[in-house]
């Protein structure tokens, strides 16, 4: 049973190899699914701390801290505590961290009106980072650091292969610290395949709707731009 969020987060980030191992089988195991395989891994990892967060961190001291500190997670972190919360039905959880919110902004207001609040400066130039945000980037990191380690093994790249490979954002930051360049060819390649198949779609759409041809629409071509805008800058 995880104690608390801090001990759960840190486990995640031991220097031991087992650890670090867990990060390589995800990668390998979740090749198999669609989309980006890093994104689809971080879903995972902020739906696993909320449920956590709902479940078992409400009454954790260090954990309600952090988010008073941070007045509440930034906007996308909030919306999904929400859908969760939703979905969970941890409505009383829920209400614990918003009450805990709701004493602070007070406290932290009536402090600011009783000083004096001075223009330009804010009134709360001492808000702090998302947890949920800091959580996401140090998971990133780990999993972009196994990725590209992963590049030197051959069944990790047979694997990726297969695969729809990874969005934009994540093919940059793995590519930046990959030194072999038969690596990176290998990287490219399935994912400029994957780019002439949406293209082919995305030009066969174009040219039907434009001349408003009599040849049918497929469900592919009509849905390719969605797809290659998911692949570029989502998952
Ligand atoms: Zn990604
Ligand atoms: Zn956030």
Not at 43 to 60: C, P
Not at 152 to 178: A, D, M, N, Q, W
Request: charged residues 30%.
């Amino acid at each position: 049973m995880i104690k608390n969020i801090k001990s759960f987060i840190t486990s995640n980030f031991s220097k031991s190899g087992d650890v670090k191992n867990t990060y390589y089988t995800e990668l390998l195991e979740t090749f198999d699914t669609q989309g980006c395989v890093i994104c689809k891994l971080l879903e995972i990892s902020v739906l696993k701390y909320l449920e956590n967060l709902l479940h078992e961190f409400t009454m954790d001291p260090i954990s309600r801290r952090e988010i008073r500190e941070a007045f509440g997670y930034c906007k996308k972190h909030t919306e999904q505590l929400i859908e969760v919360t939703k979905n969970t039905n941890q409505r009383l959880s829920a209400s614990i961290v918003a009450e805990d919110l709701a004493n602070y902004f007070i406290k932290h207001s009536k402090k600011l009106l009783k000083s004096g609040i001075k223009s330009g400066t804010g009134v709360f130039k001492m808000r702090r980072s998302c947890p949920i945000c800091k959580y996401y980037s140090k998971h990133e990191k780990m999993y972009i650091s196994e990725f590209s380690k992963g590049t030197t093994k051959e069944e990790f790249l047979r694997k990726f292969e297969g695969s729809p490979g990874i969005c934009l954002e994540h093919l940059i930051k793995v590519s930046k610290s990959i030194k072999d360049r038969t690596a990176l060819k290998r990287l490219l390649k399935p994912q400029i395949a994957m780019i002439e198949e949406t293209d082919h779609e995305l030009n066969n759409f174009i040219k039907k709707f434009d001349h408003k041809s009599s040849e049918r629409i497929t469900d592919n071509e009509a849905s390719a731009w969605y797809r290659l805008f998911e692949r570029i800058n989502s998952r």
